[in-house]
């Protein structure tokens, strides 16, 4: 009887091995290697502002063909402008001491369509910035650069005062920031070299 017990849990230990071998062999990761961001928006004056972010980190999990994760952090004091009065003004309109990072994790994946090289997705996934979360959705036309290297790009809308923050102000209040702003993204992920799913994919809700 022992004897057969111990054959059960051996045949199921190795189930579950060869089980987590064959996902571990599916999952692939890339991760980001380059990106241009800026952040783009006008004032009550007219006059627009662009600032730009200077240090990205993030990687993006693929299973099965399709992005099955996807995170990203940027630490608020890389957001640079040039201008030291407004890039402190925008430190503070993230407080930046209390929360320095902002967070993107990927919950969902909507919508992906490649046509060659081409590769277009639409993901949903949790914004933290400023100490408020967030769910966004993000389009972004992507493209196969060369094997195991990917780009995507696209434009994100924003309003501040979704995420519970105040659009900074400058001589004396005169000018204002006007709540939306746009977050316009290009990155570069490199890995392994991932065959996505060349059929249209949308997510049934």
Do not use: C, W
């Not at 241009?36 to 993006?60: A, C, P, R, S, Y």
């Not at 990927?106 to 914004?127: C, F, H, P, R």
């Not at 809308?157 to 979704?162: G, H, I, N, T």
């Amino acid at each position: 009887m022992k004897t057969i017990i111990l054959h059960k849990r051996l045949v199921s230990i190795l189930l579950f091995t060869f089980l987590m071998a064959g996902t571990m062999v599916n999952a692939q990761t890339l991760t980001i290697k380059s990106s241009t961001v800026t952040i783009d928006g006008e004032t009550n004056v007219k006059h627009d502002f662009t600032t730009k972010v200077t240090q990205l980190n993030g990687k993006m999990t693929v299973t099965d063909e399709r992005p099955q994760s996807l995170t990203v952090e940027i630490p608020v004091r890389s957001i640079i402008s040039g201008e030291k009065l407004m890039d402190k003004k925008t430190h503070e309109t993230f407080n930046a001491s209390k929360h320095p990072m902002i967070q993107f994790n990927m919950t969902e994946l909507d919508s992906m369509q490649v046509n060659a090289d081409d590769i277009a997705v639409t993901i949903t996934g949790n914004l933290s910035m400023g100490g408020t979360t967030k769910k966004v959705t993000l389009k972004a036309d992507g493209k196969e650069v060369s094997p195991g290297v990917y780009t995507f790009e696209g434009a994100l809308p924003l309003k501040m005062s979704e995420f519970n923050m105040k659009a900074p102000t400058a001589m004396l209040g005169a000018m204002k920031t006007k709540d939306q702003v746009t977050v316009n993204y290009k990155v570069t992920f490199e890995g392994p070299a991932v065959q996505f799913n060349l059929k249209e994919y949308t997510q049934i809700n």
